[in-house]
């Protein structure tokens, strides 16, 4: 199952995408996170993997997609549908937190880096010195936090990205008398 969020501010989306169970969670704390919930409007869908979000509008959207459990997920349906996004010139972003490395995640892994702008692949965390993290909830933490810190500033880039064209194209309508 895909969960599928827009998050509107200051009339510009922001689309978040979740598939698997850490995924699901860490995207429920993002929409759950302060700088998300300032002045924006969420709705949710939760959709079956095969499914195809429909899209009413042709501009450029922003995409950041989390998925935690890769060798379950269909993934070439949600590439088409990215595909097809990033052809209208919209940005996307995966964030994927491997929990198996066999043959149907490496394929998947693959498919991803050539549909997305950016693959981000979350392996095992290690601290400074190189000593992994032994505790799964540490590491599940740090992933968590990374990935809330992550959103914020795809979210933040969109955001600012719009205001700036907005600003520009007010100047462009004013005309200025000498």
Known sequence: MLHFSKIT???????????????????NKILKDE???????????????????????????????????????????????????RAKGSYAVCQVIPMYYNEPSFKALKMLRQNFDE?????????????????????????TDYSISMARIVRHVCVS??????EKEEKKGQIVYA
């Not at 501010?9 to 995207?27: R, T």
């Open 9 to 27: 501010a200051k009339s510009k989306d922001f689309h978040l995408i979740a598939s698997g169970a850490l995924a699901f969670k860490i995207h």
């Open 161 to 166: 990205d719009h205001v700036q064209v907005k």
């Open 35 to 85: 700088d998300f919930m300032k002045g924006a409007k969420v709705s949710r869908n939760l959709l079956s993997s095969n499914a195809v979000i429909k899209s009413d509008k042709s501009e450029a959207k922003v995409f950041f997609v989390i998925i935690s459990d890769l060798d379950k997920m269909n993934a070439s349906n949600l590439c088409n549908m990215i595909a097809k996004e």
């Open 119 to 143: 693959v981000i692949e979350l392996n095992k965390l290690t601290l400074g010195g190189g000593k992994a993290l032994m505790s799964t909830e540490q590491q599940h933490c740090i992933i």
